[in-house]
């Protein structure tokens, strides 16, 4: 059976947002995906909702995920979506997380970290991150990576900012699109899950 992959926006990126709906569409080829709002987004107000409201959402859209599907669940999040799944993963047996722009750094400060959940999962995570992103720096997220307990493995979007979006300028010089840049992260997001779901019924 097919994953189940819950995609949960960033903070200024809801569901209706162009980056999530695209990305909804490409993941669409590795198992049915079923996209998240949090509460204040649904609202239409800006201030993000507190964190433990911000993880009761996603555990409850986790809930009626399941209700309709009884096969392995991806947790997939982007930015701030990426680390509320992490939390729920502490707290509700998932196969995996995939998160694309991890906000390694709160507020893109780097004695800020957001490592702790990090730390604490034991849920195996692919990290897919740009290296122009300030909210990730990437030496920073290898040290943590390397003192994770959960098996975890990293994308590296040559060029990518926080959004996995490469410069005009360096894609022109490549001779690329950024619909091809895309394209080559679903291999390595499609390998991973499959490989975390391989045993799965």
Request: charged share 25%; aromatic share 4%.
């Amino acid at each position: 059976m097919q994953p189940l992959l819950l995609f949960a926006p960033g903070a200024g990126a809801p569901s209706t947002h162009p980056w999530m709906q695209h990305w909804s569409a490409l993941l669409g080829g590795l198992g049915p995906v079923r996209p998240l709002d949090y509460t204040y987004m649904l609202e239409r107000r800006r201030r993000p909702d507190r964190l433990p409201e911000l993880i009761a959402t996603h555990r409850e859209a986790l809930r009626q995920a399941r209700e309709s599907h009884a096969g392995p669940v991806i947790l997939i999040g982007k930015s701030m979506g990426s680390r509320i799944g992490c939390h729920v993963a502490l707290e509700e047996k998932v196969s995996a997380l995939v998160c694309f722009g991890y906000p390694l750094c709160g507020g893109g400060d780097p004695s800020k970290l957001r490592d702790k959940v990090l730390r604490e999962l034991r849920t195996p995570i692919l990290f897919v991150q740009g290296t122009r992103d300030a909210l990730c720096p990437l030496d920073l997220l290898a040290t943590v990576r390397s003192e994770m307990i959960a098996h975890n493995e990293l994308y590296v979007v040559e060029g990518g900012d926080h959004s996995l979006m490469v410069t005009k300028t360096q894609l022109k010089m490549a001779g690329e699109t950024q619909e091809a840049v895309d394209q080559r992260i679903l291999p390595a997001i499609e390998k991973f899950i499959r490989e975390q779901t391989a045993n799965a019924v």
